[in-house]
């Protein structure tokens, strides 16, 4: 475990949310099971495999080490989190979470949850996908933006600030859209915003008639069973793009499925929104480096020649 150590011992004091160490990406063997997350001023250490008590030990003293050393005299707080199916567990080892707890990231501010359930409100490797979103979105002035399993609306929100004049987020999650307008008022975003509680496969009838949209943001669970299943389900959005996009618009597809890699969503566009045009693979924050990059987050921009 001595990657882990070294990279709390090396880490600067987290203003932002962020991965501080990425065992998962199989860059530092013995370590593939542990991810370690700054959700300021919360640490969130977790192991994919039952952690025992010498472990937990280690982690609390190279954290306390750290912060000792980053913010003297204030008090550490942080959550260890198990995600094996046979032991799923949250409690907090250290301190107290905030509630509410916002983080903040380029300057916006999310509200996230870290005691609750496995998604924490706010994915941290699609850092760059919004990154992007606020960077187009500032050389489109009045863009209209569709988000799609918007989740709690990351991404509508980094779309506003930048000045895009409409986002429409869909999720059938109505806990998650809660969230999301909760992020929109964190930052002042409540005008141009619209929430839709929707199951988009039940009818596109109304999303399509809002349109057309400048961007549209497809961003599903890779699998969540009774709601979408990646093989059989991307084509069925796919194949809704054409009718969706604005003559030049453009559509961010995300994929973050270890099965399937970025051939299979390319085959995907070319069967079923053949007019469309790659433009780019986003890279993956730095944080998220991978030893097998097809396996991780895959997020490509195409264009709809005007």
Not at 137 to 151: D, E, I, M, S
Not at 171 to 194: F, K, P, S, V, W
Request: glycine share 8%; charged share 15%; with cysteine.
């Amino acid at each position: 475990m001595q990657a882990l150590l070294d990279a709390i011992a090396a880490t600067p004091l987290p203003t932002e949310a962020c991965r501080i160490f990425h065992g998962r990406g199989g860059l530092h063997p013995g370590c593939e099971g542990w991810t370690l997350d700054a959700y300021p001023p919360v640490w969130v250490f977790t192991s994919f495999e039952p952690a025992d008590d010498a472990l937990l030990a280690a982690v609390h003293q190279a954290l306390q080490a750290r912060w000792a050393t980053l913010a003297p005299g204030a008090a550490l707080h942080w959550v260890y989190q198990c995600r094996h199916p046979q032991q799923r567990e949250t409690r907090t080892m250290a301190g107290q979470v905030p509630e509410p707890h916002v983080v903040q990231e380029d300057g916006a501010r999310y509200l996230v949850h870290v005691l609750r359930g496995q998604n924490h409100g706010l994915f941290l490797d699609m850092a760059e996908g919004r990154r992007w979103v606020q960077r187009h979105a500032a050389q489109h002035p009045g863009l209209r933006v569709l988000n799609l399993f918007a989740y709690t609306c990351a991404f509508s929100v980094a779309a506003l600030r930048a000045g895009a004049a409409q986002v429409v987020n869909v999720d059938m999650a109505g806990g998650a859209l809660t969230t999301g307008r909760q992020n929109h008022r964190l930052n002042g975003l409540e005008a141009g915003a619209l929430f839709w509680d929707h199951d988009i496969f039940s009818s596109w009838g109304k999303i399509t008639r809002h349109g057309p949209y400048g961007l549209v943001i497809i961003d599903p669970p890779s699998y969540q069973k009774g709601s979408f299943v990646a093989t059989k389900d991307y084509a069925r959005l796919l194949r809704r793009l054409p009718d969706l996009l604005a003559p030049g618009g453009h559509a961010l597809l995300c994929l973050n499925a270890p099965e399937l890699d970025s051939a299979f969503l390319h085959q995907q566009v070319q069967e079923q929104a053949p007019t469309l045009q790659f433009v780019e693979r986003l890279a993956n924050p730095a944080t998220f480096a991978d030893a097998q990059p097809e396996r991780a987050l895959k997020v490509l921009v195409y264009w709809e020649a005007e």
